[in-house]
């Protein structure tokens, strides 16, 4: 337990998050194992009972060891009842109807925001064992190995990932349209249906480029840390630094990052 006198370190602060996200995870499995409830919110937008019980466990975890600080997550909202400047941001089950169907990927996602910046991120993925995390300026890791963005020069030898916001039927800034442009241009585009392990395979190398648009802080406060902290270039589609209040979310190794702009801001197809 931190002296409540001091501000906890980076990595007191890291392995609060890190325990939390393993025990989460841990939960998830179980209720994969034993069934879950599943609530919905519109035809394509569901909940299960386990989003509610993971999250319950993230913050139970991080109260416990950090009890003034402030909380941003998925199903319960803002709780700024705590004094301190540090805003727990959480996604308890990113990937919720991949889980839902019992196609294994899906993780539990937990950045902190201190003073308007994303300084730790950790995204732990329970079905292949995978811990991603970063501190701002210490670099980025899996599984305590370092995190290097891929080395592919151009668009044409990218293979990129997006995702598909919930209301995609109601509207018309949907992304189908900059789909299809990317897939005329890029070697080819995959969906995992989760952005905060979108981000962790850009930081991976294994995509070299992410777009998605309407997305939440809670999709992007961790895996935006573990990106960037592996050399990877973040910002919204007019290539502004990115925030994650904003919706739109571009991150790539850099080197193909101009090039998925201009697909982006191209005139309609």
């Not at 879950?36 to 416990?64: G, M, W």
């Not at 589609?237 to 994650?244: D, R, W």
Request: glycine residues 8%.
């Amino acid at each position: 337990m931190p002296n409540p006198l001091e501000p906890p370190s980076h990595g007191v602060l890291l392995q609060a998050a890190v325990e939390a996200a393993q025990a989460a995870g841990a939960l998830l499995l179980r209720y994969a194992e034993t069934g879950f409830a599943i609530e919905y919110k519109n035809p394509i937008n569901l909940v299960t009972d386990a989003d509610r019980a993971a999250e319950q466990c993230v913050i139970d975890h991080l109260k416990s060891r950090l009890p003034d600080h402030r909380f941003l997550a998925e199903e319960r909202g803002r709780d700024d009842e705590g004094s301190s400047p540090y805003c727990w941001i959480i996604d308890p089950l990113d990937g919720t109807t991949n889980f839902a169907h019992n196609y294994p990927t899906y993780c539990v996602s937990i950045g902190l925001e201190h003073e308007g910046r994303c300084i730790i991120g950790v995204v732990f993925d329970p079905s292949r064992n995978e811990l991603f995390t970063a501190i701002e300026g210490r670099g980025a890791h899996v599984n305590g190995r370092p995190l290097h963005v891929s080395e592919t020069q151009t668009l044409d030898s990218s293979l990129l990932v997006t995702g598909f916001a919930y209301d995609i039927r109601e509207t018309k800034r949907n992304n189908l349209d900059h789909f299809v442009k990317f897939a005329l241009k890029a070697q080819g585009i995959r969906r995992t249906g989760s952005a905060a392990l979108d981000l962790c395979y850009v930081a991976a190398g294994r995509f070299d480029g992410f777009w998605e648009v309407r997305l939440n802080p809670w999709d992007m406060a961790a895996g935006s840390v573990i990106a960037r902290e592996a050399g990877g270039h973040l910002t919204d589609f007019s290539g502004k630094g990115l925030s994650i209040y904003g919706q739109e979310l571009v991150a790539s190794n850099g080197r193909i990052h101009e090039a998925m702009l201009a697909v982006l801001n191209q005139a309609p197809l």
